[in-house]
């Protein structure tokens, strides 16, 4: 059943659909649900039921098991692919992520944020030392600005916060220091995709929005461990341009000229890549610096990312593609990437379309316990059956959780990570998958570095009650970097 074009089955109460607050109406299938699938709405103390309808071990135990399988996925990046940036889990070999030939040890850098959060020192401690002594960006190759700031900008922040080791701040602004020109050589300050790390030679002149605005929360919190204001200037700079081209009806298009500063498309795919974290950054960068010009911006064009791009299917919520100059539906889809933006309305303080939106993707995962990358709400057809070993629907449970103590968010984050253990763990960690629509999934062979970053600590934050992070004050980057809620006891 690759790429499936079997309908999922349609609900019951599958009645009008509204597009909410535009005129007119059009008829959406929805999801499936299997009945009480979130299960979660019972508790999560020991034996509270699961999406699946099985029994869901005490929190503290989950935590403990998610600990045991992270170790499993590090374990096996550290026997196969040590100092390369990813591991190939099953084939045990190794890739690059940024340039063939120049390793990073980009999973090290992801992980050591999370391996102090879950408790693993000795591991910390070895992954510290490596990036320590063995980092070195002077690289002549070209990196992509955005992957590089939110990877291993943000990595290497989190990994000095939670370490204090500075030597990790100063890899931090070596790092970002040689991503600046991508900024600094743009005649409207959005950025270049492509910056060589040891020339500055900057390539890729029409980026979408998430590589526009997503940097924010890095180059801020490097303002303020360093005291050079370059850094959020050069990011708010970029967020302006980009923000200066929004349509009559407050909608930004996706891919822009950064020489010119227009638009070169004409459709608003928000919340779906490539823009989901432009906007999480929009609000990120409030809560973080308390700008009011970012809350102003987050305000507006959320409004009118929800009155002409969202969808209302039975009790779901959906977001549909949409002519940014006219509001006119130019797309369905909706890809697996933009299940983050459940948790980032919940966080925001809607948390009735954070709610529908993340009910929506729930009725997909009931179905696919691994989530397809991309589906159409309007058939409920799967448009793309792999699965990258993507966090972000963890990561609005994790976010939900957080904001609700709905136990049921306990429940689905127990039922993705099920899901993910189940069909995705093979000897040598976890891996992608080329087909989650057949049983048993075609698997693919690559443990994503992000999984250190982002799978585990959303899943493991929202079931252990661990004394090293502030749940209420918290705060984690798109890339799952703890960005503050930094606890430097236990
Ligand atoms: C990660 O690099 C980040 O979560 C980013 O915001 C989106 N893509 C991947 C995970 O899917």
Redesign the pocket.
């Known amino acids: 059943m690759h790429g499936t074009s079997a309908a999922l089955p349609r609900r019951t109460l599958l009645t009008a659909l509204a597009v909410a607050g535009a005129a007119g109406t059009t008829l959406m299938a929805g999801g499936p649900r299997a009945v009480a699938a979130t299960g979660g709405k019972t508790g999560t103390g020991g034996g509270a039921s699961t999406g699946g309808g099985g029994s869901m071990p005490s929190p503290g135990k989950i935590a403990a098991e998610i600990r045991d399988e992270f170790l499993h996925g590090w374990n096996g990046y550290k026997q196969y692919a040590w100092g390369h940036d990813q591991v190939l889990p099953v084939s045990g070999g190794s890739n690059e992520f940024f340039a063939d030939g120049y390793p990073v040890g980009l999973s090290i850098i992801e992980a050591l944020d999370t391996l102090y959060l879950l408790g693993l020192d000795h591991e910390l401690a070895i992954a510290k030392k490596w990036v320590t002594t063995e980092l070195d960006l002077n690289i002549d190759a070209d990196f992509h600005v955005f ?1 590089a700031i ?2 291993v900008v943000g990595g290497l922040i989190s990994g000095y916060l939670t370490t204090r080791d500075r030597k990790l701040l100063e890899l931090a602004v070596d790092a970002a220091d040689r991503l600046m020109p991508a900024f600094t050589k743009s005649p409207t300050g959005m950025p270049y995709t492509q910056c060589n790390m040891a020339t500055g030679a900057v390539s890729g002149s029409t980026p979408p929005l ?1 590589e526009i605005g ?1 940097n924010i929360l890095e180059f801020g919190i490097l303002s303020k461990l360093t005291g050079d204001g370059k850094y959020y200037a050069a990011a708010k700079k970029a967020f302006r341009a980009a923000l200066s081209q929004r349509s009559e009806i407050g909608l930004l298009p996706t891919y822009f000229d950064v020489e010119t500063g227009r638009p070169t498309d004409g459709s608003s795919q928000a919340p779906n ?1 490539p823009v ?2 432009f906007y999480e950054y929009l609000w990120g960068g409030w809560v973080l610096f308390g700008d009011r010009d970012l809350l102003k911006w987050w305000n507006e064009t959320t409004k009118a990312i929800l009155k002409y791009q969202s969808v209302k299917v039975g009790g779901d919520l959906w977001f549909r593609q949409v002519d940014y100059a006219t509001g006119a539906e130019t797309g369905t889809s909706a890809s697996e ?1 933009g299940s ?1 933006y459940a948790g980032l309305l919940g966080k925001a303080g809607d948390l009735t379309a954070a709610r529908g939106y993340y009910d929506g993707w729930t009725g997909v995962l009931d179905r696919y316990p691994v989530l397809p990358e991309e589906i159409d709400y309007s058939t409920g057809k799967v448009t793309s059956a792999s699965n ?1 070993l ?3 629907y963890v ?1 609005s449970s994790f976010d939900l959780y957080q904001t609700t103590r709905d136990p049921r968010y306990r429940a689905t984050a127990y039922q993705y990570f099920v899901g993910m253990r189940d069909n995705l763990r093979v000897p040598g960690g976890y891996t992608i998958a080329n087909d989650v629509t057949t049983s048993p999934m075609q698997l693919g062979d690559l443990t ?1 570095a ?1 999984w250190f970053s ?1 799978n585990m600590k959303y899943l493991y934050l929202t079931f252990a009650d661990t004394p090293r992070y502030d749940y209420r004050t918290g705060y984690l980057s ?3 970097n703890i960005f503050r809620g930094v606890r430097r006891t236990g």
């Open positions: 992957e939110i990877r998430a997503t890549p989901d974290s990437l983050f990258n993507r966090p972000e990561n994503q992000y982002e798109t890339e799952g």
